[in-house]
């Protein structure tokens, strides 16, 4: 196999870390009722309003198309709400890390780079959350039958979905890995999460009358995503020359998700082998400052300065490793 390729499969399918978590979290009973009771909302929300909008009448065509349109709206809401209630659920065990901070010291032993290791604890407990995505799929598809929701807005709602579902579980890995917070982060996550999506939401309500529809912030919510692409002529979007966040909302909030993702991932990975956020911002592991680095000194008031290292030069490794090789030589150097 080639060392590219062996290399881009450990960075997901076959990284060790993400077939641990897999393997392990698939055969505990809290996932399974997590799973059901998703999907059991979900299918409750779809058959309520389905229910509530056909009744025991006749209807036309036109009327089953409009029940139909309808009840996948309020269940695209709720895999929504869904997605962000149970992410940091599954999410937990990354953030709770700090919790023993051996953990990490016992990952970083491995022959992993720390791009492995991030991208190892991303993936195998996001599995879990894209899975239940997967799963509500023929939910949706069955709305299809009635008419009136597209394919294209099917589509649009799961990446709007699984974009929030990436950007929780990156701020949740940079919080594991940056060793700043503790188990009580998951409360932090659920609280800032909620805050965010009220403060964009009342920021957006106070904007529209200027605009007239779509604001900034509309690719900033993914609530607000999803009203733009579900409700277009109640939340009309602006013309195609006002700018891309306004023009696109779903388009741009995906993109800054993955965006925001991809820069969380290589922070993580920068600082995973450094300590966390808090050693790199004393200067390292150790506490040494970087100008105290340069002129060969451990950090003031050590006991010992820090070992130096022999270079590259195969003849300063020999003379390292030979030089007290005879009793004459150790004589010599007391």
Known sequence: ???????????????????????NASRRTTHLYLRTGYLLLLSLALLWVLWANVGAGNLSYIELAQAGARSFTVAAYV?????FLLTPVFMAGAIAQEANPKTWDILLTTPMGALQIVLGNLLGRLFFVLALLFASLPLFALT??????????????????????????????????????????VCACYIVAVSYVALTAALDVALR????????????????AQRA???????PRAPAGSGWMLAHPVTAWCTVCVVASL????????????????????????????????????????????????????????????????????????
């Open 144 to 185: 299809q039958y009635f008419g009136g929701v597209p394919g294209t807005s099917i589509v649009g709602s799961y990446l709007i979905a699984g974009s929030a579902a990436l950007i929780v579980g990156a701020i949740a890995i940079a919080l594991s890995v940056s060793r700043l917070v503790g188990k009580r982060a």
């Open 79 to 83: 895999q929504i709400g869904l997605i």
């Open 263 to 334: 820069a969380l991932i290589a922070v993580s990975a920068f600082t995973a082998r450094l300590g966390g956020l808090a050693s790199v911002a004393r200067g390292g592991s150790a506490g040494t400052p970087w100008y105290r680095k340069v002129f060969g000194l451990g950090a003031a008031g050590a006991e010992h300065r820090p070992p130096r290292t022999v270079g590259s030069n195969p003849i300063a490794r020999r003379e390292a490793a030979a030089r007290t090789t005879t009793q004459g030589k150790n004589a010599a150097r007391r």
């Open 229 to 235: 692409l579900l409700t277009p002529a109640g939340y």
């Open 1 to 23: 196999m080639p060392v590219l390729l062996r290399w881009l499969l450990n960075l997901g399918p076959t990284n060790p870390i993400a077939v641990r978590l897999v393997q």
């Open 209 to 224: 009358p200027v605009t007239g529809g779509v604001t900034r912030l509309t690719a900033l919510n993914p609530f607000l």
